[in-house]
Nanobody, 123 residues
Framework: QVQLVESGGGYVQAGRSLRLSCAVSGRGLYYVSAWFRQAPGKGREFVAGFSSPGGRTAYAELLKGRFTISRDSATNTFHLQMNNLRPEDSAVYYC?????????????????WGQGTQVTVSS
């Protein structure tokens, strides 16, 4: 099993930045850690993914250039740096992991999930 715990969400004004963290623990095997988000009334959408080993990354096309995913191997923590935030980025952000090295964009392919952290961006 793999346990994921997100932190770093909050309330910010448009144009500001936030950094989300996902602490990974447990003895399960995983290769990909990803961030998804879900806004009210919408489905869960892929934000970014990181594949280990190798450090390959993938991003939702519309978020490239503003969001960056990274991994701190020393603490086994993943981060999502979000810059120039917009009101439409408001959502619950989830950390997820899968036991296959391919970064897939559909939430059904991920077997481990955190509880989510709320991000609210005001205009």
């Amino acid at each position: 099993q793999v346990q994921l715990v997100e932190s770093g969400g909050g309330y910010v004004q448009a144009g500001r930045s936030l950094r989300l963290s996902c602490a990974v623990s447990g003895r399960g095997l995983y290769y990909v850690s990803a961030w998804f988000r879900q806004a009210p009334g919408k489905g869960r959408e892929f934000v970014a993914g990181f594949s280990s080993p190798g450090g390959r990354t993938a991003y939702a096309e519309l978020l490239k250039g503003r969001f960056t995913i990274s991994r701190d191997s020393a603490t086994n923590t993943f981060h999502l740096q979000m810059n120039n935030l917009r009101p439409e980025d408001s959502a619950v952000y989830y950390c997820a992991a899968r036991d296959n090295p391919a970064i897939l964009f559909t939430d059904a392919n991920y077997i481990y999930w955190g509880q989510g952290t709320q991000v609210t961006v005001s205009s």
